[in-house]
């Protein structure tokens, strides 16, 4: 069996047209996928949720992501009924009967206690269907069922017994019933069917089908939505819709495979309602909505006997150890920039959507050799969004415009440069190639093609793409959340006074600005003392609120390093000695499950850390691909010896085509940073850097700076 990407759920109703203001007994249609639930839709009308859904199907199927769609209304009836009305077994004749005779109006007005009339005087005595809303209307069906013998026919299906149903689909008044919503509901799935891809689950080949139609009553997860309902004070079938698309999602492949096919053989003709027997299961993937994995205690462990880790070994560890934190969420395309995609997107339409012309001139069909040619003109024109109605003639020619589409009879244009025309008819000279000044349809993506990779992050292009596809919402990452911690007794805020040998705190307000350029839910948790019982309460505080906590400051081993000493009372601890310059010390580890990032104090090393090796670890986090930044080889307007050991970056700048470092290497030089527009980065080995001699220059932009 394919694995199913999306869960539809529909919360059903066979009564009038529902209030604009979203409310209960309307239909409601409930979305998830991999447990993440979108916002249910609300429907008003069956026609109306009929026109959504195939939408819907199409858009999914079109996509490549395989749809269950389950329903709350019996597919079928007790064994026998089919054969009683249609003269077949087969429970699709009925629904193509139903289809025929069942009429359904805009405003919900409908017909179905007149055909389940009809249908009672099929039967000797009274037939099975019984209920109505007054006792002297449709006189063939009973108002109530005392006197009615199901001896023709049972008066419940296999599967309502198994899942203890409280109501027969022969009930058509008095709550509860589903006996209207069957009659409203199989006329709808039956030319839902037609769509291409779509099968109806027990009754056809259902297991690599694009979209399978399933029953599924809410009633199996009762437990989860009195829970929700008593939480969220929320619409009843708004919650059944949503938990029960959300516990099917959650599903593994394996326990869905069972649930539809170890069945009994009745279920061919009476149907089956899915997750019936795997109530317990059901209730418990209903719950609140799954956060990912946590990260590994010792996801930040070095190997073995490692003191000093090179650079490279140091990203491939952050690299391979760490996954996304972040939670994924449905957004309109417009919203989307800078957001990272969650789920790969497929083209739902070919662009271009179909041949067109990509100048202004005169379109024909096929090319022309040497010589003069002279074509008549038919009436009209072709204009992007206003194409020709008709056909052009071989051997005539049409006026065409820019992006219009190519009419039928023409696959080749010239430029109206190249043409004289008289209004009538066109001259100009060969040769011409088939094809010529002409775009093919698809011929940038097709309809199915992977339009942007998942993990992603969308830049203006990419939305300009995604629309042209069609796209108009995104499956995307929640914005990761970092907070931001400077440390130390000496630091004040800029504009306080400063004591005897106190500084100004420039990391937090560099830190924060780097997390907001790149694009992330800024933190400020503020400056905390060398205390340790303070910084324990803030990094409390933090990891109740943030994904990823920067630190600055106490990431070594000193006395008032009190990062490094909480982080390793907790047993998550790993201090890191990188063979790199400026930096060194850089403290890993996990508070309550949050990844903890113990920068250096000094400004320049907390910078250079963070570009280097927090920058790319966040980007993981937040459900990016491993970012690399871009280097260039550029001439060096500098000397330099360099001994071997560490990795070195200096701040530079590229000037006159030839890269310069600032004057001092001094890690205090703060001025450094702000005068710099990228680093240098210089390898592990013993390097002599003269004037000319090629380096690599990293510009601030290829971190996202």
């Not at 919360?11 to 916002?39: C, F, M, Y």
């Not at 709808?188 to 109806?200: N, S």
């Not at 990419?462 to 796209?471: E, F, N, P």
């Not at 930096?583 to 890993?588: E, F, K, T, V, Y």
Request: charged share 25%; aromatic share 8%.
């Amino acid at each position: 069996m394919t694995p199913f990407d999306t869960v539809l759920i529909a919360d059903w109703s066979a009564g009038k047209r529902a209030p604009a203001k979203p409310s209960k007994d309307a239909i409601w249609l409930g979305v998830a996928r991999q447990g993440v639930t979108e916002e249910p839709i609300y429907c008003r009308s069956r026609l109306e949720a009929e026109a959504w859904m195939a939408a819907f199907f199409r858009r999914e199927r079109d996509a490549g992501r395989r749809v269950l769609a389950g329903f709350d209304f019996p597919f079928g009836y007790p064994a026998g009924f089919a054969a009683k009305i249609t003269g077949s077994d087969d429970p699709l004749a009925l629904w193509a009967w139903l289809a025929d005779r069942i009429e359904d109006q805009p405003d919900g007005t409908n017909n179905r206690y007149a055909v389940a009339e009809a249908m009672n005087a099929v039967f000797e005595g009274a037939g099975p269907f019984w209920g109505k809303p007054k006792k002297d209307s449709w006189p063939g069906i009973p108002y109530r069922k005392s006197g009615i013998v199901y001896d023709q026919i049972e008066e419940r299906r296999a599967c309502d017994l198994v899942a203890g149903a409280s109501s027969s689909c022969f009930q058509l008044a008095f709550p509860p019933t589903v006996g209207g919503q069957i009659l409203m509901g199989v006329p709808t799935l039956w030319r839902l069917r037609q769509i291409d891809g779509v099968a109806v689950w027990p009754f056809e080949a259902w297991a690599d089908a694009p979209v399978v139609l399933a029953e599924i009553w809410p009633g199996l997860i009762e437990p989860a939505v009195k829970a929700a309902k008593a939480q969220e004070g929320s619409i009843r079938d708004r919650d059944q819709v949503r938990l029960l698309a959300r516990a099917v999602s959650r599903l593994t492949s394996g326990e869905v495979e069972v649930m539809m096919t170890d069945l009994p053989e009745h279920a061919r003709e009476e149907a089956w309602i899915l997750g019936a027997g795997h109530e317990d299961r059901l209730v418990a993937l209903a719950g609140p909505d799954l956060a990912p994995p946590p990260l590994r205690n010792d996801c930040f462990a070095l190997p073995a006997g490692v003191e000093w880790t090179p650079v490279d070994e140091a990203l491939r560890l952050l690299q391979d150890r760490l996954s996304p934190v972040t939670g994924v969420e449905t957004i309109p395309l417009t919203d989307g920039l800078g957001r990272v995609l969650a789920e790969p997107i497929f083209a739902k339409r070919s662009n271009p959507p179909q041949p067109n012309t990509a100048v202004d001139g005169y379109g024909f069909s096929g090319g022309r050799a040497e010589g003069a040619y002279r074509l008549p003109l038919v009436a009209g024109r072709a204009a992007a969004g206003v194409p020709f109605g008709g056909a052009v003639p071989q051997g005539h020619a049409i006026r065409v415009l820019t992006g219009a589409a190519l009419p039928d009879g023409v696959d080749t244009v010239i430029l109206e440069e190249d043409v004289t025309t008289d209004g009538h008819q066109i001259a100009f000279h060969g040769p011409l190639k088939q094809g010529a000044n002409t775009r093919n349809a698809g011929e940038d993506l097709m309809t199915g093609d992977v339009a942007l990779a998942q993990g992603r992050e969308l830049t203006p292009a990419d939305l300009a793409l995604l629309s042209a596809v069609g796209i108009a919402d995104i499956t995307v990452r929640k914005v990761l959340r970092v907070g931001v911690i400077s440390t130390g007794d000496e630091l004040v805020e800029p504009g306080q006074a400063a004591g005897p040998g106190q500084i100004y705190d420039a990391n937090r307000p560099m830190l924060l600005s780097m997390m907001a350029r790149f694009g992330y839910e800024v933190l400020d948790l503020g400056r905390v003392p060398d205390d340790r019982a303070a910084l324990r309460a803030t990094l409390d505080a933090a990891a109740a609120q943030a994904d990823v906590i920067l630190t600055s400051g106490g990431a070594s081993a000193g006395d008032e390093d009190h990062v490094s000493a909480l982080l390793s009372e907790a047993g998550a601890l790993q201090e890191w000695r990188i063979a790199v310059k400026p930096g060194r010390p850089l403290a890993l580890g996990l508070w309550d499950g949050t990844p903890v990032f113990g920068l250096p104090g000094n400004p320049v090393a907390a910078m250079v850390c963070t570009l280097v090796f927090a920058r790319p670890a966040m980007a993981l986090l937040a459900g990016q691909d491993w970012t690399t930044p871009q280097g260039f080889d550029l001439p060096a307007a500098f000397e330099k010896r360099k001994k071997p050991g560490r990795r070195e970056y200096l701040r530079a700048r590229v000037r006159e085509g030839r890269v310069e470092v600032f004057k001092s290497e001094g890690s205090g030089r703060i001025s450094g940073l702000s005068w710099a527009e990228g680093l240098v980065e210089i390898g592990e080995g013993a390097r002599t850097i003269a004037p000319g001699d090629m380096v690599r220059f990293i510009p601030y932009g290829s971190f996202g700076l």
